[in-house]
Structures are given as C-alpha cells and as structure tokens.
C-alpha cells in the first residue's frame, strides 16, 4: 500500500482484501479494494488536486439545484412548500465562494438565480437574494428532467473550478420527453459534474431518480414526506461543500494474458462500473468514482489470470486511485497490489476471503430485492416470495439491520435464517418505492 500525502491535501490510501491462493488450474481472482480518503485540511472546503487552498482562498467548486415545478407539485401544496424551504435550506449550506445557481424545472428548465446564463458567489448578500426568488417559485407546466440538466451543465461549466454538483428534486414521472432524450442528457453530463438525486411523495419513477444518480455518481433517496425536505437538502449540500478531490478515479493495470472480469463498488452502495471503463494506455484502464472528501469506499475487483503451474505466482492487477493533471498527465494517489499464488494446498486456496464473501451477498441483496420487487408488480407473487426471501436471508446474515426493517414492511418474516417470508396482502406505496431507493445501501464487514 502507497500513501499520497502533501500539506492540506487528502491523503488516500489503498488496502487490498484477497485469498491469492488458486488451485491448479484456479484463474478467477476477487479482490476487495478499501480506498480510505482522510485528513484534508479545512473541514468542509472544496478543493481539488492539484489546485488547492487554504483559508482565505476560493473554494473550488460550484453547485446547481434544479427544483421541480411542474403542475404536480402543487398536490398537496406543501410539496411546494417544503421544495423551497428546503432550497433555501440548501442555500444557506453553501459555503462563502463557491459558485451557486437555483434551476426551476417544469418541460422546460428556467433559471431561478441568479440568471443570465452566470452563476451566483455566495456569501450573505447572494444567498438572501436566492432565498427572495426562491418565494415567487410556483407550479405549472410538465417534467423533462433532461432539459433542467443541460441548462445545470452548461451553467457549472461557465466556472473555472474542479468540483461540480448538482441537486435535482422530482415529485413526478419524466412524462414530457423520451427516456432517450434523458439518456442523451445524462450521456452529456457524465464526467461533467456529479448529482444528487431525491423523489419527493410517491408520485415519481424510482428508476429514472435512481438512474440520474448512478450516471452522475451522486446518491439517489426518496422523501416520502415533504416536512423532511429541508434536513435531506441540507445534508445534501453539507456533503456536497465536503468534498476536496474532484475527479478520481480507479486505474486497473493487468499483466498480458490477465482481463478485468468486473469492477463495482459495493459500498456504501453497490454501483456497477464495469462498463464505464476509459482505456488509460497498455493493459490499464480508468474506471471513474467522482468527488471526495472525508470518506471511505469499497470495490469489488475480479481477475481473470492466465493459467500457471503450482508454486507460481504473479501480480493479477495493479490498483492506483489518479487524479487528471492540467497537462493531461495523471497524478497517483495511492496504489495497492492484486496477488494470485498457485498451490495444492486445498485448505488455502478453497478458502473464501471474508470481505470477498460478504460484498458478494451484499451485491446479491441489491439484486434478489430489485427481482422481487419486480416480480410482485407483474403479479408473480411466488417469483417474489422467493427472492424477497432470499433478501431476508441474506440481511440477517449479514447484519443489514435497516434493509431488514425495510423488508419488514413488504413482507411477513417467519424464519429470517431460513429466509421464509409471506407477502403482506398490503403494502404502503411509500414503503415499497423506499426498499426499492435503498436497495443497494450495503454495510461493511462486521468487526
């Protein structure tokens, strides 16, 4: 394991969870790749290597929040209601010098503040005159989400910083362009900037929310009930204005005849990653993470090696965490070693590594909760029984005590250890559309 360490910077650090034992014959190797990133100085700055400051200097970063006001909004008032209390909430988070800007978002997407195609600094002054203009926001119109995200990208990009973010805020489904159109939307954005992405009430689609955070590396949540607004977008913004490493990203290098099977993190959140590789010269490749601040991460590595003879052994994959340099170059943070060791010690190589095991039944829990979720909307009731219990199995087992309640509410647990289940005969909307946000919040390996 190597340390990235300078005055004021994060220092990132890589350790490396594996059985490298194979049996002859073995070429399947897992990895779990902790990355820990700590220590950057002023608590909540924005900074981004290699550009960075200390106090007195600019943050460098901007923030975008794109409010939903189309007609539903107003159904029930207080949805509108709680959308600009916490807007202003949000706003009064930012810090001193970042860059800011309010989206109000309908079929079309309309600049709240400051406008102009700028974006606002904040400090006193700007973040009451946002607040003022956030008051004469009201609900009419349509949703095309696509479109409030263009006029985000376009506004972030006016600012010459590292860290870009957005918040976006839906209570509906994105009726009024085509899912290609919002595709397209989130293609342009990627690598852009990250964003945050809420449902309020039940109205909306937990897959077009939970789709524009996993394209965007931000969190995806719902917010059943509008009073809770205000304290999501405050911690939202507080987390946004934490970050202080912009663009990072996991660069896998495997020796000739080894191939990267799959790369995803599997906490705090499982998120695949295995297609959004950039090839980064021979052998190695870029596989993006976003913004961080204070934080630490997981990630799955599988290898596949090239067959060797008993007692060989040979490095399967090197990790480094890069961050681009403005001369186009890369600057390495931390790297941490993949191995894989042949032997005909059964004991050695059938043993399964307990972070391995334990991201793997985390994986699959996101996975068996989405199917019976599925399952019981196209009214395969056993098809959901089945995986649902398989969920409550795989929750016990591994201690995820807030994906159990969860379930909890979908249905009916008579052996959590055997995974018997009974579906209740009703569920509360609101009950379903969380377990289904939250499907992919894991936890970490019990001490």
């Excluded at 989206?103 to 700007?126: C, F, M, S």
């Excluded at 995200?149 to 506004?155: E, G, M």
């Excluded at 990267?260 to 990653?273: C, G, N």
């Excluded at 090696?305 to 052994?313: M, R, S």
């Amino acid at each position: 394991m190597a340390n990235f360490s300078k005055s004021n910077v994060p220092q990132f650090s890589v350790d490396v969870y594996q059985n490298e034992y194979l049996p002859e014959g073995g070429r399947e190797v897992n990895a779990i790749a902790t990355v820990t990133s700590t220590g950057g100085g002023t608590v909540g700055s924005a900074v981004s290597a290699p550009h960075l400051y200390s106090a007195g200097q600019t943050p460098d970063a901007a923030v975008a929040i794109m409010v939903d006001c189309s007609g539903s909004m107003d159904y029930p008032p207080t949805k509108m209601r709680g959308a600009r209390d916490a807007t202003a909430a949000a706003i009064d988070a930012v810090r001193d010098g970042v860059h800011f800007a309010v989206i109000g978002g309908t079929h079309v997407a309309k600049e709240v503040y400051p406008g102009d195609g700028r974006l606002a600094v904040a400090g006193a002054q700007t973040r009451e005159q946002a607040k003022q203009a956030l008051r004469k926001l009201s609900a009419g119109g349509g949703t095309a989400i696509g479109t409030w995200l263009r006029l985000a990208d376009r506004l972030l990009s006016s600012a010459d910083v590292s860290i870009r973010h957005g918040i976006v805020l839906t209570d509906g489904r994105n009726e009024h362009e085509s899912p290609e159109d919002l595709q397209a939307s989130l293609d342009a954005a990627a690598g852009r900037f990250t964003c945050d992405a809420r449902g309020v009430g039940t109205d909306w689609e937990v897959k077009e929310v939970t789709s524009i955070a996993s394209a965007l590396l931000g969190t995806a949540d719902i917010v059943a009930d509008p009073k809770g607004l205000s304290a999501d977008f405050t911690q939202m913004m507080e987390a946004a204005m934490g970050k202080e490493v912009a663009d990072v990203s996991l660069r896998l290098w495997t020796p000739l005849g080894a191939e990267i099977k799959f790369v995803k993190q599997v906490a705090p959140t499982v998120e695949e990653l295995t297609a959004r590789r950039t090839e980064a010269g021979p052998r190695a490749g870029d596989y993006p993470t976003g913004s961080w601040g204070d934080e630490s991460r997981d990630y799955h590595i599988c290898v596949e090696v090239p067959n060797a003879e008993l007692g060989q052994e040979m490095l399967a994959a090197r990790v480094s965490l890069i961050v681009p340099q403005p001369d186009g170059s890369a600057q390495t943070l931390s790297q941490g070693l993949v191995r894989a060791v042949w032997t005909d010690d059964m004991a050695a190589s059938t043993s399964i590594n307990p972070q391995v095991a334990h991201y793997t039944g985390q994986a699959e829990l996101a996975q068996v909760i989405q199917q019976g979720l599925d399952a019981r909307k196209s009214g395969d009731m056993d098809g959901a029984t089945a995986k649902l219990g398989r969920a409550v199995q795989l929750a016990s087992a591994s201690g995820n005590e807030d994906t159990a309640k969860l379930l909890s509410k979908v249905v009916d647990v008579v052996d959590a250890v055997a995974g018997t289940v009974r579906l209740k005969a009703r569920v509360a909307e609101a009950d379903e559309m969380t377990l289904e946000t939250r499907s992919t919040k894991t936890v970490r390996v019990k001490k």
